[in-house]
């Protein structure tokens, strides 16, 4: 293997090492979304458990609207199943798969940061014998 491969290795792995990081930041940002989502679903289920509606609530609709919305009471949510598909469910099945998501998302996530070690360890390996190589050379 000439020295230029191993550059090349390097070059390699360093994309694939960054292409895995963006992954994982993206992941991280679905992750975050899916637990606040949670997170007001369970405050929403707990006042109507408790039989106290909303007055006023102000629910986001993207990241520049909001809409104010009165007297709420929610016993159904719609929740995105993908490709812009919605299905209505009741709080606590919403919730249900709201979980089953951030499992799915934490356990992805797991295994990214498994294979970015791995790169990790890799780039190291690759950048030590690029660097062992020049010595060798000039010693014989």
């Known amino acids: 293997m000439s020295s230029g491969e191993g550059v090349e290795d390097v070059e390699t792995l360093s994309a694939i090492y960054r292409a895995l990081v963006d992954e994982a930041n993206r992941l991280n940002i679905v992750l975050n979304d899916l637990i606040r989502s949670k997170e007001t679903l369970r405050a929403l289920k707990s006042l109507r458990d408790k039989k106290e ?20 009471n929610p016993e159904k949510v719609l929740v995105l199943l993908g490709s812009n598909v919605y299905a209505e469910m ?51």
């Open 53 to 72: 509606g909303v007055e006023r609530m102000i629910v986001p609709t993207g990241s520049f609207v909001s809409l104010l919305v009165e007297n709420v």
């Open 90 to 140: 009741s709080l606590e099945r919403a919730m249900e798969e709201l979980d089953s998501r951030i499992k799915q998302g934490q356990n992805a996530l797991e295994a990214i940061q498994s294979q970015i070690s791995q790169i990790e360890q890799k780039i190291n390996e690759a950048v030590r014998k690029s660097q062992e190589r020049p010595k060798s050379r000039s010693s014989s």
